[in-house]
């Protein structure tokens, strides 16, 4: 039984990696089947592999030399460059504010009209002045053997986490120990979300990585901001397939992970490399409570986060590489010299044709 697991966790991991980047949206619903036409033609007898990217979506943070949030920035003042290939810039959104249409995908990429972008200066905030509105968060929740400690403190810190976000946010809630439960689909309906956080209880071995990839599959099913936040209380003991997968996944989706765990999980190494390098390479953040006050703060650090993030997208220019490209955002002019960025660093298209479907109950949900 094990091994069937493993073999249904194996297709479910390497038929996600290759996932494109979600198309950016306001409506959190699923989008269509990819087309299936245009998937390998033959040029000079040479097999020619066509790639699928619609849209790659980015959620880019601007931080100031103090620590605070950099607001009011134009389309103009940010540059992305895909491997080597400069991009042009579809849309351009910020916080709650009315996303600009930047470019018409049927249209050649010209830089924007001057009357098109709003004319105002950058400022700093060390508080929220934009809401989270729009964004759908999905939340995983360690209810393993390693919480039997401080299991009520913890769901205190999520239950004011989910009432704190904006009331047009979508919110789904899952716990996992060694299976992964979906508590709460997504829905702007709190009392569901928290009758599931408070219905939780502590469990056996933690397969994080197992959930994780339920996680964001099921996240990767929406368009819009998706973000996926993580309390994990200590290491992975029981998961059967690779955090790097599962990293490489989120990035490729275009899904920051923000990973909240506590000293035991610090108390390890392994672990607390693991959650830092995932985080930073979504573009999420890592923390490490010491304890339950710690906790809300640090889920109020996640809240801010996304209250101040520039919502960027483009349509890639034309790109022979196949497989992982770096993506490398960057402010223009005297901007870069005093402020720091903080977003996912590449993606892998998928394949023209490539299925999306993957067994929708196996080992890695109940």
Known sequence: MRRHYLVALCVA???LVGLNSTVHGQESTPPPPPADNASASDVDNDTVFRVNVDMVQLNVAVIDRKGNYVTGLRPSDFGIVEDSIPQKLATFEEGNLEPIMLLNPSQPATNPPASSVADSRPRTSASPQFSSAGANVFILFDTSNYMYRGFVFAQDAISDFVRSLDST???????????????????????????????TVAGADAALYNALLLVLRDAGQYTGRKVV???????????????????ELAQSEGIPIYMISTREAKQDPLSTAVFERMSASTGGQAYFAKNWKEQEQAFASVRDDLSHLYALSYYPQPNP??????????????????????????????????????PADTALAR
């Open 13 to 15: 991991l390497f038929s």
């Open 169 to 199: 946010a979508k919110i789904a809630f899952y716990s996992y120990s060694r299976d992964t439960a979906r508590d709460a689909l997504l829905t702007t309906d709190r009392s569901q979300v928290l009758r599931g956080v408070r219905s």
């Open 229 to 247: 936040v993580v309390f994990s209380n200590g290491p992975d003991n029981a998961s059967m397939v690779p955090p790097e997968g599962v990293g």
């Open 321 to 358: 590489n196949r497989g992982w490209r770096t993506i490398t955002v960057k402010l223009i002019g005297e901007k870069s010299k005093n402020y720091r960025i903080r977003t996912r660093n590449g993606y892998r298209p998928r394949p023209t044709g490539f299925s999306t479907d993957t």
